[in-house]
């Protein structure tokens, strides 16, 4: 599909948007990852009752205000994982396990996240089309700012993939993909603001500390940047969430999703105890 064939994936559905600024449990860890795979399950439901309408699809947007590291199930391979994860703790993160693929990323208050959940059942799209559909929205959404976004692999930066976030040839966000049943989450994180570099070095002590191997990368720090450093001036994450969100209102039909309906909180309870225990068995004994 062309750039301009998926962003019509937007027109083609209505849009719950969840913002996770919102959401009465946000402080807690491992909150927005429930949420995550709550989406999942929530969607498919929504659409089962919506049968001769568009289909619904989800944005949710879930910026971390606790400085945290989410780390990737392959992660926990590490040979002295315990270790890594005092680490991080010592210098102030949460640490949490996701369940998307990928390796340990670094979410603090310039780090803006977004997952876009689609039902195949209406779009059938393939791994590579979700990733590329995801691309395709960010560059959207930048056009604004006179960025132009490239997608392609910086093996020294932490979490790399192939579909990494590459402006002026430095990565700046990262897309993660799980998939239930018929339902796809495409998740990103857009490094807005911040001290880049020293997330990077974080991420390099973490996987120096936890004795990594080949299987995970070599960080330079500097083969990261965020969006303020490239436009040379500051850029707010409510400013940028807000233009994402405001750009979906001019697309196509968005209503604000419930953290409050009971469906989503019958469904999210029980896979929040799942992602609590799941990110509890790496805590470092005290």
Same mark, same amino acid.
């Given at each position: 599909?062309?750039?301009?064939?998926?962003?019509?994936?937007?027109?083609?559905?209505?849009?719950?948007?969840?913002?996770?600024?919102?959401?009465?449990?946000?402080?807690?860890?491992?909150?927005?990852?429930?949420?995550?795979?709550?989406?999942?399950?929530?969607?498919?439901?929504?659409?089962?009752?919506?049968?001769?309408?568009?289909?619904?699809?989800?944005?949710?947007?879930?910026?971390?205000?606790?400085?945290?590291?989410?780390?990737?199930?392959?992660?926990?391979?590490?040979?002295?994982?315990?270790?890594?994860?005092?680490?991080?703790?010592?210098?102030?993160?949460?640490?949490?396990?996701?369940?998307?693929?990928?390796?340990?990323?670094?979410?603090?208050?310039?780090?803006?996240?977004?997952?876009?959940?689609?039902?195949?059942?209406?779009?059938?799209?393939?791994?590579?089309?979700?990733?590329?559909?995801?691309?395709?929205?960010?560059?959207?959404?930048?056009?604004?700012?006179?960025?132009?976004?490239?997608?392609?692999?910086?093996?020294?930066?932490?979490?790399?993939?192939?579909?990494?976030?590459?402006?002026?040839?430095?990565?700046?966000?990262?897309?993660?993909?799980?998939?239930?049943?018929?339902?796809?989450?495409?998740?990103?994180?857009?490094?807005?603001?911040?001290?880049?570099?020293?997330?990077?070095?974080?991420?390099?002590?973490?996987?120096? #500390? &936890?004795? =990594? $191997?080949?299987?995970?990368?070599? %960080?330079?720090?500097? /083969?990261?940047? +965020?969006?303020?450093?490239?436009?040379?001036?500051? #850029? &707010?994450? =409510? $400013?940028?969430?807000?233009?994402? %969100?405001?750009?979906? /209102?001019?697309? +196509?039909?968005?209503?604000?999703?419930?953290?409050?309906?009971?469906?989503?909180?019958?469904?999210?309870?029980?896979?929040?105890?799942?992602?609590?225990?799941?990110?509890?068995?790496?805590?470092?004994?005290?």
């Amino acid at each position: 599909m062309t750039d301009s064939n998926l962003l019509s994936i937007l027109s083609q559905h209505k849009w719950l948007v969840f913002q996770e600024q919102e959401n009465p449990l946000k402080d807690q860890r491992d909150v927005a990852l429930a949420y995550q795979d709550s989406f999942l399950r929530y969607l498919l439901q929504k659409n089962d009752l919506q049968k001769k309408d568009k289909a619904y699809g989800v944005f949710h947007f879930y910026p971390i205000f606790k400085p945290s590291v989410f780390l990737g199930a392959k992660d926990k391979l590490l040979k002295n994982l315990p270790k890594g994860v005092s680490y991080l703790k010592e210098a102030g993160y949460q640490v949490s396990v996701r369940p998307h693929g990928g390796l340990g990323v670094v979410e603090d208050a310039g780090i803006l996240n977004f997952a876009i959940v689609t039902d195949n059942r209406s779009i059938n799209l393939s791994i590579d089309q979700a990733f590329s559909f995801s691309i395709a929205v960010i560059q959207a959404t930048l056009n604004h700012y006179g960025l132009t976004v490239e997608a392609y692999e910086i093996a020294d930066s932490y979490c790399p993939g192939k579909y990494d976030v590459v402006i002026n040839q430095k990565k700046v966000g990262g897309i993660a993909q799980r998939r239930y049943k018929d339902a796809v989450t495409t998740a990103a994180y857009i490094g807005v603001n911040g001290n880049q570099f020293a997330r990077g070095q974080l991420m390099k002590q973490f996987y120096s #500390l &936890s004795q =990594s $191997d080949q299987r995970f990368p070599t %960080i330079e720090p500097r /083969s990261m940047s +965020t969006l303020s450093e490239i436009l040379g001036q500051d #850029l &707010s994450l =409510s $400013d940028y969430q807000k233009h994402f %969100i405001n750009y979906l /209102s001019q697309k +196509t039909a968005i209503d604000q999703g419930n953290y409050k309906d009971p469906e989503l909180i019958s469904i999210y309870q029980p896979l929040f105890e799942k992602a609590y225990q799941r990110s509890q068995k790496i805590q470092p004994l005290t």
